[in-house]
C-alpha cells in the first residue's frame, strides 16, 4: 500500500503542477514513469498491468482522433470561423456564435483538440473584425467544457466514464443537454456584462472570401462521425463503431496517412494507458479499499459529499485521474445517476480556474504565442460564478435522483 500510495502521490503531484518541479517530466512521462515504477515494485505484473488498461476507452479515443484530423485537413474549422464572421453583425451576436460553435462542436469531439484547432480562427477573426480577444478567448474556452460536458464523447473524462459505466448515450444526453444549454446562455450572458464596453464596439464589413476548404472530405467525415453517433444512440458498442468510423476514414487516395497520424495526440494516449496500469496497482494493493472501509456506507453514498469531493478532486487533480479513483465510491445498485453526475461535474469543475482543464491551458497558451494574455483573474472571475451555480444545479438533480 505504501508503494501503491508514493506512486500515485507522484504522478498526481506532476498532473496537478504541469509537469515536475526538478526533472523535465510532464504529464505523460509521469504516467509511464508511475506504470513501470508499479510493475518494477511488484504490484502489478505485465500480465495484469495488461488487463488493467481500458482497451476501450484507448479505441474510442484514437478512432475520435482521426475523425477529427480528417476534419482539421479538409478546412472544416477554417470554414466554421469564416461563418461565424458572416452571420454576427454585432459583436454580442459574434460572441454568442463561438460560444456556440466551441459548445457544439466540444459535445461531438474531444473539446482539446476542438480547443487546439478552433482557437487560432477565433484569434484570426478577432484580428480582421478589430475585436477585442479576451472575451472570445474565455468564450471558446468555457464553452468547450461546457459542450463536451453534453454528451459522452465530448471529452476523455466522459469517453472514460462511457468505457466504465455502459450508460446510453441517449440516456446521458438527456438529462446532460439541458445543463449544458443552460450553461452556455448563462456563459454569455456573464461575459457580455463582464466585458459590455469592449463588446460594444460595431463590427466592420464581414469578408466575403471564400476560405480554402475540401467540402467532400467535410461531408465524408461528418456522416461518418453521425452514423457512429446514431449507431451508439441506438445501442451499439461505442469502440467497435468508432473502431470501424476511424478506420473507413483511413481507406482514402485523396490524404497521406501520415497527415493524419501528425495530428492525433499521441501523448493523451500515452497518459491514459500509463493511469489506468498506477490506478490498477492501487486497487491490487488494497489501497482504495482500506480508505473505502474507513468510510461508512452513508459517507461513501452521500450525493453531496460525492459532488464536492468529484469538484475538488477534478481541479487538485485533473479530471481524469479524479474519475479513476472516484469511481470506487460508485454504488453497484441504482449507478447511472451517480455516473451522470461524475461526467457533469467533472466537466463543468474545469471552469473554475485556467488551470482546471486542459483545453483551458491550450486557449491560453495559443493566445499567449499571438501576444495575447488570459490571466488566472480573467478567468477566475467569469469561471468561479459560472462553476458554482452549474455544480450547484447538478448536485440538487443528483440528491434528487438518488
Partial sequence: MLFA??????????????????????????????????????LL?????TAAVDHRTIVILFSMMIIVANLKLAGFFELTGQLLRTVAATQGRLLLAVILSSGLMSALCINDIVCLLFTPIVLSVCKKTGAAPLPYLLGTAMASNIGSAATLLGNPQNI???????????AYLLTALPFSLAALLLLHGLL??????????????????????????IAKSLGMLALILGGYALGGD??????LGGALLLVTRRVKPNKIYTSIDFNLLVMFIGLFVVVGGVEKSGLMT???????????????????????????????PAVLLLKYFIPAADAAPWWKALALLSTFAGNLTITGSIANLIVAEIAAKEGFRMTFRDYFLIGFPLTIALCLCVTYWFHLSV
Avoid at 463582464?194 to 472530405?217: E, G, I, K, M, V
Avoid at 461505442?238 to 473502431?243: F, H, T, V
Fill in 238 to 243: 461505442l469502440a467497435l463503431l468508432s473502431g
Fill in 5 to 42: 500510495a508514493a506512486i500515485l502521490a507522484f504522478v498526481l503531484l506532476v498532473f496537478t503542477v504541469g509537469k515536475s518541479p526538478v526533472f523535465r517530466v510532464d504529464r505523460a512521462g509521469a504516467a509511464i514513469i508511475g506504470a513501470i515504477a508499479t510493475i518494477a515494485a511488484g
Fill in 290 to 320: 482500506a480508505l473505502a472501509d474507513r468510510l461508512s456506507p452513508e459517507q461513501m453514498h452521500n450525493p453531496v459529499l460525492f459532488s464536492g469531493l468529484t469538484v475538488a478532486l477534478s481541479n487538485l487533480v485533473s479530471n481524469v
Fill in 192 to 217: 457580455c456584462y463582464r466585458y459590455r464596453r469592449l463588446l460594444a464596439d460595431p463590427l466592420p464589413a464581414a469578408d466575403t472570401a471564400a476560405s480554402p476548404c475540401h467540402p467532400y472530405l
Fill in 160 to 170: 472514460l466514464v462511457a468505457s466504465l459505466s455502459g450508460l446510453p448515450f441517449a
Fill in 45 to 49: 505484473s505485465f500480465e495484469d498491468a
